[in-house]
C-alpha cells in the first residue's frame, strides 16, 4: 500500500468537476484509491461519495493507493492532486 | 390590471401572452414489477437516453452561454455515472421489485437530502442538481418531453426553472420567464443573463393566469398582467427603444475601440453587483473598470466573510474570461453608511471617516478583501483599486500590507494571479502630487465625480448649489491633464471611471487630452463606442 497526504489548495474544494476528474483518473488504475479526512473515507472512484466529504480549501487529505499498480498510480495521483486540487 | 412586484435577474421588456408551464415533475407511483431484470435493463437504457441529452446539452450551452456556464452539463453526466447512485437504483428495483421511475426518484431524493444537509453553501447547492438529473431519467422512463415545446411566443411563468430546462427551452419563443422560486446567483439566473432573457424571480406565482396579457419590467422588477392599453402603449415604445439599442449592438458588436488613427481606449463598464455581470458583457464591455465592493457590506447585517467575497470576485472574473476586473476596494462612510460598522455621527461626513482611511485603520477588514481579492485573483484577470487616496504614505502602507496578505498566501500554497494595483485619483491632493503617486503605482483612475466636489468646495447633495456647480469646470480638466501627463510619465494607464466619462460631449476632448481608459456604465459601452471609431 502506498499513501501520500495533500492540502486542498482549490478554493472551493473538492468540487463538481476536479471530483469528476479525479473519478475519471482513478478509474484508469486496478489500485483501489481511498480519500481520507478527518476519520472519513471514501472509495475514489465514486463521485458523488467524494463530494459529500465537504472536502474544502485548506483541508488536508490522506490518499492511500493499494494493488497491483500501487507505485505508479500513487505517483500520477499526487501529481494529479498538485495540478487540479 | 394587477401588477407584482419581484427581483429582476435581467433587464429588458416583454410584452406577451403568459403560458402557465408546470414541471416536467411526473407523480411518480410505486409499482411492482415480475422481471427485475428486464426493469434494471429498461433503466439503463433510459440512461443511456439521458447521457445522450446532456452531451447535446453541454454542445448547445457551449455555443449559447460559453464554457463556464456549459460545465454545469458534464457535472451532470459524471453524476448519472456515479456508482453510488446506480447502485442505489439497481438495488431498490431488485429488492423491492419495483419499477425504475420509482427506484431513480427514490434515490434522487435520497441523495439530494444528502447534499441539502451539507453545511458549505456550495455543497449544499448540488442538492438541486441530484434533482434535476433524477427527474431526466424519469422524463425519459415515463416518455415525457422533457422541456416545454412552445409553439408561440410567451412569457413563461413557472415555478422554478432548472439550468437543463432553462437552456433547452426555444429561446424565439420564450420573451420573458417570471418564478417564483430561484436566486439571483443560481445557473438559471446566469443562463438567463448570459442569454438576454428578461426575468423576474420570486413572484407569487398564479395559475389562473395562464393565457393573460402581460408585461415584464425587468428594470423595475415589475409583472403586469392584463395592462391597460395606456400602460402597454408606454412599454411598447419603450421596447422599441430597446430595440434599436441592439441594433447599435449588432452594428457595433466585437468591434475594437479605435480611432481611425488607430488609437486603441480601453473601454470597460461600472458595476456594482455580481449580477451587473451579464449587462457588462451583454453590451460588449472590455472589462471592467470599475467594480464597487461595497454591495457585499451593504446587503448583509454583518461583516461579509472572506469566502462570501471570494466567490463573488471570482465569479465576476470567471464571466469576464480573462477581461480585466478592477476591483474598487471598499469604500463606505460619506453617504454609505453600514450600521454594523458602528461609525460616529460626523459634521462632515464626505471629508471624514471613509474609504481608505477606514481601512487603513481597520485592517483586520482590509485584509480579509484582499485576501479575497488575492485569491480571485487566480481565476482571471484582476486588478486592485484603492479610493480616497491623498498621500504617498498611505498608498505605501496600502502596498506594504498587500505584500503581507501574498506572503500568507504564500505559505499556505494558495495560488494567485499578477495583479495590477491602481489608486483613484479624486482628491485634488492626489492630483497634485500624481507624479509621485505615479511612481507607486500600475495606474490611475480619476474619479470626477468627488474630484469635482473636493475641487469646486461644492456639496453634491445640496440641491441649492446645483446652478454653481459646473462639471466642466477649467479646474477640473486642468487636473485631468495633470493627472494623464503625470501619470504618462512614470508608465502608468491613466482613465476616467467619474460620470464625466460617460458625458459623449466630452469623449473627443478626453482622448485628445490623452486618456487610455474610460469607464462608464454598461449602456454607455456602444454610444461610446461609436463617437472613438469616428474619431
Known amino acids: 500500500m502506498k499513501q501520500f497526504q495533500f492540502t486542498i489548495t482549490d478554493p472551493v474544494g473538492l468540487h463538481a468537476r476536479p471530483a469528476g476528474l479525479l473519478v475519471k483518473e482513478v478509474k484508469q488504475y486496478e489500485s483501489k484509491v481511498t480519500i481520507t479526512k478527518d476519520g472519513k473515507s471514501s472509495d475514489a472512484s465514486k463521485l458523488m461519495m467524494l463530494m459529500s466529504m465537504g472536502v474544502k480549501n485548506g483541508d488536508i487529505v490522506t490518499v492511500e ?14 501529481a494529479f492532486f498538485k495540478a487540479n486540487l | 390590471m394587477d401588477t407584482y412586484t419581484g427581483k429582476s435577474i435581467f433587464n429588458g421588456i416583454a410584452i406577451g401572452r403568459i403560458l402557465f408551464y408546470k414541471k416536467g415533475e411526473q407523480a411518480v ?50 453524476m448519472l455515472e456515479d456508482e453510488d447512485y446506480n447502485d442505489s437504483i439497481y438495488n431498490i428495483i431488485r429488492n423491492d421489485g419495483v419499477n425504475a421511475e420509482f427506484a431513480v426518484a427514490t434515490t434522487g431524493d435520497n ?46 411563468v413557472a415555478d422554478d426553472l432548472a439550468p437543463s430546462e432553462t437552456v433547452q427551452l426555444d429561446k424565439s419563443k420564450l420573451l420573458a420567464f417570471v418564478t417564483l422560486h430561484g436566486s439571483a446567483n443560481s445557473h438559471t439566473a446566469i443562463l438567463a443573463r448570459t442569454m438576454n432573457i428578461p426575468a423576474l424571480i420570486g413572484i407569487a406565482i398564479d395559475e389562473s393566469w395562464n393565457g393573460k396579457m402581460a408585461v415584464v419590467d425587468g428594470k423595475h422588477g415589475k409583472l403586469i398582467i392584463d395592462p391597460e392599453y395606456s400602460v402597454l402603449e408606454q412599454y411598447m415604445e419603450e421596447q422599441k427603444k430597446e430595440k434599436e439599442a441592439r441594433a447599435l449592438l449588432a452594428e457595433l458588436k466585437g468591434l475594437p475601440d479605435m480611432t481611425k488613427d488607430g488609437k486603441e481606449i480601453k473601454l470597460y463598464a461600472n458595476i456594482g453587483s455580481v449580477a451587473d455581470v451579464a449587462n457588462v458583457l451583454a453590451n460588449d464591455a472590455n472589462g471592467i473598470g470599475l467594480f464597487r465592493s461595497e454591495f457585499l457590506y451593504l446587503e448583509k447585517n454583518t461583516y461579509p466573510t472572506e469566502d462570501e467575497q471570494f466567490m463573488a470576485y471570482k465569479t465576476v472574473a470567471q464571466n469576464m474570461a480573462g477581461k480585466k476586473v478592477i476591483i474598487r476596494t471598499l469604500d463606505i462612510g460619506a453617504d454609505k453608511q453600514v450600521d454594523y460598522f458602528d461609525m460616529e455621527q460626523e459634521e462632515n461626513p464626505a471629508m471624514g471617516y471613509r474609504a481608505i482611511r477606514i481601512c487603513l485603520d481597520r485592517t483586520d477588514i482590509f485584509k480579509t478583501q484582499l485576501r479575497a481579492l488575492y485569491r480571485a485573483s487566480a481565476f482571471g484577470n484582476i486588478a486592485i483599486m ?8 498611505e498608498v505605501q502602507e496600502v502596498k506594504r500590507i498587500c505584500e503581507e496578505v501574498k506572503n500568507e498566501l504564500d505559505e499556505n500554497s494558495i495560488s494567485y494571479g499578477n495583479v495590477e494595483l491602481g489608486i483613484m485619483i479624486e482628491t485634488p491632493a492626489a492630483a497634485m502630487i500624481s507624479d509621485i503617486l ?29 446652478n454653481i456647480y459646473d462639471a466642466y469646470h477649467p479646474a477640473v480638466m486642468r487636473m485631468i491633464q495633470i493627472v494623464i501627463d503625470n501619470g504618462h510619465k512614470e508608465g502608468c494607464w491613466v482613465g476616467i471611471c467619474g460620470e464625466l466619462g460617460a458625458d459623449l460631449s466630452l469623449t473627443e476632448t478626453f482622448i485628445n487630452m490623452g486618456i487610455d481608459e474610460l ?12 463617437i472613438i471609431r469616428e474619431l
Not at chain 2, 422481471?35 to 433503466?43: Q, S
Open chain 2, 519 to 530: 469607464s462608464v456604465s454598461p449602456t454607455f459601452i456602444l454610444p461610446i463606442r461609436k
Open chain 2, 438 to 466: 505615479a511612481k507607486e503605482v500600475d495606474f490611475f483612475s480619476i474619479g470626477t465625480n468627488d474630484l469635482t466636489q473636493y475641487t469646486l468646495a461644492i456639496d453634491r447633495q445640496n440641491p441649492k448649489l446645483d
Open chain 1, 65 to 78: 493507493v493499494s494493488g497491483a499498480d500501487e507505485d505508479k498510480a500513487a505517483a500520477e495521483l499526487e
Open chain 2, 386 to 393: 484603492f479610493p480616497m487616496i491623498i498621500s504617498l504614505s
Open chain 2, 111 to 156: 441523495f439530494s437530502r444528502m447534499f441539502a444537509e451539507m453545511e458549505d453553501e456550495y455543497f449544499k447547492a448540488r442538492a438541486a442538481d441530484v434533482k434535476d438529473i433524477s427527474e431526466r431519467i424519469v422524463n425519459v422512463l415515463v416518455g415525457a418531453t422533457s422541456g416545454k415545446d412552445l409553439t408561440e411566443p410567451v412569457i413563461l
Open chain 2, 29 to 78: 407511483t410505486r409499482i411492482k414489477v415480475q422481471d427485475v431484470e428486464a426493469e434494471v435493463a429498461r433503466y439503463k437504457e433510459a440512461r443511456q437516453s439521458a447521457l445522450k441529452q446532456l452531451r447535446q446539452l453541454y454542445d448547445k450551452a457551449i455555443e449559447e452561454v460559453g464554457e463556464v456556464n456549459a460545465m454545469i452539463f458534464e457535472i451532470h453526466q459524471m
